[in-house]
């Protein structure tokens, strides 16, 4: 894992909750040399999952008000003021950190304000809702998975405000309605190493997580955005 003394100008950021056992293998395996800034938020875990990222190394950030998109924000509130972009992965090792180095390496071509990791590019997974964003957008996304890198310009101007498990979905709806340049690549994904998903781990969680996304894509194209939407510039989508 890298130290604040990389000259990189981007962070890593982490949300975890009750990752104690995972969470040291996925500090430990992010490559080095690609950020200057790796940041955990213990999204108010009941185990020991602040102090093991701490002691691999990690800048760690509490914030007791639980959901993936209130950690996702604590933790950009804890950015160096010199920071470009951000990495954004799970902590249960269902992410291949090896994974980064390619998403950070699309993404300093320059042309890109997001780079998705793809999970499915290629074989998308029957009854996918991502398919919704095409309809209302033109824009292909196969999937809404953790990995991705965003730009620092590109969040402020997404004013993200999701609290929750709508965060990516969020992400990407308001992207694709932006005309935003997103590039997808193709990420590995494998069973998590340990616990159980806070969102799919039952029947009800996977049905309430079907309709959050429903409702963020809704939400995403009726709201009124408080920024000019611009020309999609050539290229700007591509998978």
């Known amino acids: 894992m890298t130290t604040a003394a990389s000259p990189t100008r981007y962070a890593l950021l982490i949300p975890a909750l009750n990752e104690a056992e995972s969470i040291g293998r996925v500090l430990a395996q992010v490559p080095n040399g690609l950020f200057s800034q790796v940041i955990v938020v213990d999204n108010g875990s009941d185990d020991c999952t602040a102090q093991v990222a701490r002691a691999a190394g990690a800048w760690v950030v509490s914030e007791p008000r639980r959901g993936y998109g209130q950690a996702c924000l604590a933790g950009l509130d804890q950015l160096h003021p010199g920071i470009d972009a951000v990495a954004f992965m799970d902590a249960d090792l269902s992410d291949d950190p090896d994974d980064l180095a390619r998403i950070v390496q699309f993404f300093d071509e320059g042309r890109w304000d997001m780079v998705l990791g793809s999970r499915v590019l290629g074989t998308p997974q029957p009854g996918s809702l991502t398919p919704l964003i095409r309809w209302l957008w033109h824009v292909p996304f196969t999937d809404l998975g953790p990995m991705r890198m965003v730009s620092r310009r590109a969040?402020?101007?997404?004013?993200?405000?999701?609290?929750?498990?709508?965060?990516?979905?969020?992400?990407?709806?308001?992207?694709?309605?932006?005309?935003?340049?997103?590039?997808?690549?193709?990420?590995?994904?494998?069973?998590?190493?340990?616990?159980?998903?806070?969102?799919?781990?039952?029947?009800?969680?996977?049905?309430?997580?079907?309709?959050?996304?429903?409702?963020?894509i809704y939400h995403c194209w009726r709201i009124r955005l408080n920024v000019k939407e611009v020309v999609p510039t050539s290229g700007a989508h591509k998978v």
């Open 155 to 216: 969040l402020d101007t997404l004013g993200l405000e999701d609290r929750d498990f709508g965060w990516n979905v969020e992400m990407q709806a308001k992207a694709a309605r932006l005309r935003l340049r997103v590039r997808e690549i193709p990420v590995s994904y494998r069973r998590r190493a340990s616990g159980r998903s806070k969102i799919s781990g039952t029947l009800v969680c996977s049905i309430r997580a079907g309709l959050k996304i429903i409702w963020t």
